[in-house]
């Protein structure tokens, strides 16, 4: 079952600019968790925002969460073309096991 | 530091046949393991997950089944694969303070 869904399903935007993703999700969670997928790779955890959270800071990622409408975004700043991937949202919902929205596709283009 | 390991990197199997994926950790005890897999430009499914030896939950009915016969160790398992059980096969691991999820490097299964 998915529980995060994320919009846009797909973002292209050229070196320098600022990419936002946003996702949705149903049910109460413990934490909300951000994720990024290399074509044909792993998943690599980029940062973790917990239900009491509001935001937080990992160097140019910037993610907000809001209990209240069940949503969180994730802003890279002055993206690069390396931060060309997929990138998932992902729910903790107290039970121990991780539930992935559908992801969005960014290109950055140099 | 911990480190996860899974193999094959790539298989392709014809249908009928069985199949055996193992995931291996390395640095850490006790770890929550997870199977997630993920379809062609789509997000990942989680199919089974232990916390520990002996303990599986199975999330989805299919045609696939897990074991944890170590601590450290998870094995995905079918006895006849089917076409649709092609995919990217994904193992993770989690833990006490580890913050996030430790992804493999993933098995792309396709079966003919």
């Given at each position: 079952?998915?529980?995060?869904?994320?919009?846009?399903?797909?973002?292209?935007?050229?070196?320098?600019?600022?990419?936002?993703?946003?996702?949705?999700?149903?049910?109460?969670?413990?934490?909300?968790?951000?994720?990024?997928?290399?074509?044909?790779?792993?998943?690599?955890?980029?940062?973790?925002?917990?239900?009491?959270?509001?935001?937080?800071?990992?160097?140019?990622?910037?993610?907000?969460?809001?209990?209240?409408?069940?949503?969180?975004?994730?802003?890279?700043?002055?993206?690069?073309?390396?931060?060309?991937?997929?990138?998932?949202?992902?729910?903790?919902?107290?039970?121990?096991?991780?539930?992935?929205?559908q992801g969005t596709e960014l290109s950055?283009?140099? | 530091?911990?480190?996860?390991?899974?193999?094959?990197?790539?298989?392709?199997?014809?249908?009928?046949?069985?199949?055996?994926?193992?995931?291996?950790?390395?640095?850490?005890?006790?770890?929550?393991?997870?199977?997630?897999r993920q379809a062609a430009g789509r997000g990942l499914q989680?199919?089974?997950?232990?916390?520990?030896?002996?303990?599986?939950?199975?999330?989805?009915?299919?045609?696939?089944?897990?074991?944890?016969?170590?601590?450290?160790?998870?094995?995905?398992?079918?006895?006849?694969?089917?076409?649709?059980?092609?995919?990217?096969?994904?193992?993770?691991?989690?833990?006490?303070?580890?913050?996030?999820?430790?992804?493999?490097?993933?098995?792309?299964?396709?079966?003919?």
């Amino acid at each position: 079952s998915q529980q995060g869904e994320e919009d846009p399903q797909a973002l292209s935007i050229q070196e320098g600019e600022n990419a936002t993703m946003n996702c949705s999700y149903k049910t109460s969670i413990n934490n909300l968790q951000w994720y990024r997928q290399n074509s044909g790779r792993g998943l690599v955890h980029l940062i973790l925002i917990r239900s009491n959270e509001r935001e937080k800071h990992s160097g140019r990622l910037r993610v907000t969460l809001d209990t209240s409408k069940k949503s969180s975004s994730l802003l890279i700043t002055a993206s690069r073309a390396a931060d060309t991937a997929s990138y998932f949202c992902a729910t903790d919902g107290f039970v121990g096991k991780l539930i992935f929205g559908q992801g969005t596709e960014l290109s950055v283009k140099p | 530091s911990q480190t996860i390991h899974q193999w094959p990197a790539t298989l392709v199997q014809p249908v009928g046949s069985p199949l055996s994926l193992e995931c291996t950790v390395e640095g850490t005890s006790n770890p929550n393991l997870y199977w997630y897999r993920q379809a062609a430009g789509r997000g990942l499914q989680l199919l089974f997950y232990s916390v520990g030896i002996g303990q599986i939950s199975s999330e989805v009915p299919q045609n696939l089944s897990a074991s944890r016969p170590q601590d450290r160790q998870f094995i995905l398992s079918s006895k006849k694969l089917l076409l649709s059980d092609s995919g990217f096969y994904l193992c993770a691991w989690t833990g006490l303070g580890a913050g996030g999820y430790t992804f493999g490097s993933g098995t792309r299964l396709t079966v003919v």
